[in-house]
């Protein structure tokens, strides 16, 4: 199926790699870096393999894991593949997450030079006790000067990772640090709640009972008083979990996974998209590199999505955007959709306050916002 946003694919590169890893951390990422250089060697000839897939790009998503666990040459090295096999918008959005134990000064003002211009720096919090909690490796202290060195660096298009609605959090602990971050004026920010996935240490201990999670009234009272919060002082609330000064300083690539734009993943558990097909590579760096060994995609699994799925998918992502769902666009591309049918529980969630329809749009509330997975199901 033909994608009806005409937007330019976006390339994702995922770093498998950690100093040490969070207790409540799901991705796939390995502790020792011994396999780095077989690791590069498998990435740039997968990035071969998929030199004629997708004609240009026009952002560059560098994940994790911890990219920053990377030398300044190794990033350099990266980039400079990647803009030889694929091609690349002039204005491309570069974005790079990195750990604020990882970076000074002098390592951020040379990924400025080499093209970076986004950075996505994971603070998770300016509380000392809950970063303990949950096992960073960096101090507050640390957090700030991170923040500092990358504006002195350049760099103007920062953004910062937060999380919130965790076990021993007061609303007053977590809005200090809304409150301290704001004060940094940075352009964007992703306040994520803190969810416990199944096979992580958390869980494990979450089981064993050693503490229970904020309840639900109280995680929408978190939600709630962050998106008031920011939005008082200037953000755009433009995503369930993120914040940006102006939609100019929104993630353009993050978008892309909103709106069924295409994107390539590489690396070891990077996921793709194209059209109506979807997949994923191996979560282990032994496998992914024996498959490129061997000559073929390091591929795990994947799946075509009926017209059915790809309907219901794009209902999900599109109400937890600011900006909805644009009615006649959705009704064009998927015809079967019974709008009529759901007249009477669109209005229900209009009168309580969930959702509006506005300029041709349906569009959550901060409200709707606050259980925006819900609302997918109308």
Not at 155 to 181: C, E, H
Not at 229 to 255: C, D, P, W
Request: charged share 25%.
């Amino acid at each position: 199926m033909e994608n009806i946003n005409n937007h330019l694919p976006g390339l994702y590169i995922h770093i498998p790699f950690c100093r040490s890893k969070c207790p409540y951390c799901s991705f796939f990422s390995v502790t020792s870096l011994a396999e780095k250089s077989n690791f590069f060697n498998a990435l740039f000839r997968e990035m071969d393999m998929y030199r004629d897939a997708f004609n240009r790009f026009d952002t560059i998503y560098i994940g994790g894991g911890t990219p920053s666990v990377l030398t300044v040459q190794e990033v350099e090295e990266l980039l400079t593949r990647a803009r030889r096999c694929f091609t690349m918008g002039e204005d491309a959005e570069i974005t790079m997450e990195v750990n604020p134990g990882d970076i000074d000064l002098n390592y951020l003002k040379a990924l400025s030079l080499m093209g970076i211009n986004r950075l996505n720096i994971g603070i998770q919090s300016l509380d000392e006790d809950i970063l303990r909690f949950l096992g960073r490796r960096h101090s507050v202290a640390q957090g700030i000067s991170a923040i500092e060195a990358a504006r002195k660096a350049g760099f103007r298009n920062i953004g910062i990772d937060l999380v919130y609605a965790i076990p021993g959090q007061d609303m007053k602990s977590w809005m200090n640090t809304v409150d301290k971050v704001k004060s940094f004026d940075v352009e964007h920010l992703s306040c994520y709640q803190l969810s416990i996935d199944s096979g992580t240490d958390l869980k494990n201990r979450q089981v064993a009972g050693e503490f229970d999670m904020p309840g639900e009234d109280m995680q929408v009272e978190f939600f709630l008083n962050t998106s008031l919060t920011l939005e008082s002082v200037g953000y755009i609330h433009y995503e369930v979990s993120n914040f940006a000064k102006g939609m100019t300083l929104a993630s353009r690539h993050n978008q892309k996974y909103w709106d069924q734009t295409p994107f390539l993943g590489l690396g070891p558990a990077a996921h793709s998209f194209r059209e109506n097909r979807r997949w994923w590579n191996h979560s282990s760096i032994e496998r992914y590199t024996q498959d490129i060994k061997d000559g073929k995609p390091p591929v795990d699994l994947s799946e075509m999505l009926s017209p059915e799925q790809l309907c219901l998918e794009a209902m999900f992502l599109g109400l937890r955007t600011k900006k909805g769902i644009h009615i006649e666009d959705f009704s064009r591309r998927y015809t079967f959709y019974n709008w009529a049918g759901r007249k009477d529980i669109l209005t229900k969630l209009e009168e309580d306050g969930f959702v509006e329809i506005a300029d041709g749009y349906l569009k959550p509330t901060r409200k709707g916002l606050a259980v925006a997975d819900s609302l997918a199901l109308i």
